[in-house]
Every structure is written in C-alpha cells, then in structure tokens.
C-alpha cells in the first residue's frame, strides 16, 4: 500500500513513506556539537533547578518568621 488513490484524482502517499522522507531532510548535528550542547543544557538546568531551591528556601523560612 504504497500509494493510495483519493476521491478527487490526487495519489496520496503512505504516512510511512512521507516520514521517511521528512527525516531524509533533516541535518543531523555532528558528535562533537551534540555533546557541547547536552553539557550546556544538563549545566543550565542544574543552575535554574539550585536558583529554584534558594528562592524556595529563603521565601519558605520568611514565611516561618512571619507566621511565628
């Protein structure tokens, strides 16, 4: 079922085959890149995800000193 003939004429392609089409298109990145870019994601998560943590902490021990 490769392809599919519709009702006004047009052939239409098995979704297979359009994916692998849309993924012949893509650029993968090389090795090198991928991995600089996986460092600098892993670092800037671990540096939002502490800032979190500081924030939560010190707005959780304001509100303790205000409620005491």
Do not use: H, P
């Not at 500081?54 to 005491?68: C, E, N, P, S, W």
């Amino acid at each position: 079922m490769a392809e599919v003939k519709k009702a006004d004429g047009t052939v239409k392609k098995s979704w297979f085959k359009g994916l692998k089409s849309e993924f012949n298109k893509v650029i993968w990145t090389d090795r090198s890149t991928l991995i600089k870019q996986t460092i600098a994601v892993v670092c800037i998560t671990a540096i939002v995800a502490l800032l979190i943590l500081v924030i939560d902490t010190v707005g959780m021990d304001i509100i303790d000193l205000l409620t005491k």
